[in-house]
């Protein structure tokens, strides 16, 4: 296995690639906190008596999908830095 799936690609697809995970990784991020937002005035409003499961989904949801976005993220930039662009 390859240890940089990034080093075949071409510099514009690496700085595009680089410009998509940052996109997404701040609209997943925005999305989250707002969930999170949500969360708490609910948990201000109602109280926690009866609290629906369904309401910690952003605590649950949030580490699964933003560690390999970051993790990518954080390759792609490894391999921009090593060429120098």
Do not use: H
């Not at 680089?18 to 609910?42: D, H, M, P």
């Not at 949801?61 to 090593?82: C, D, F, G």
Request: aromatic letters at 10%; zero cysteines; hydrophobic letters at 50%.
């Amino acid at each position: 296995m390859k240890k940089n799936i990034y080093e075949e690609l071409t510099d514009e697809d690496l700085l595009k690639k680089r410009n998509t995970l940052k996109g997404v990784s701040i609209g997943f991020g925005i999305v989250f906190i707002l969930g999170i937002i949500a969360f708490i005035v609910i948990l201000a409003m109602k109280g926690a008596q009866g609290f629906p499961f369904a309401a910690f989904t952003p605590f649950i949801v949030m580490p699964v999908t933003m560690t390999p976005l970051l993790i990518n993220l954080n390759l792609v930039n490894k391999e921009i830095k090593s060429r120098n662009l």
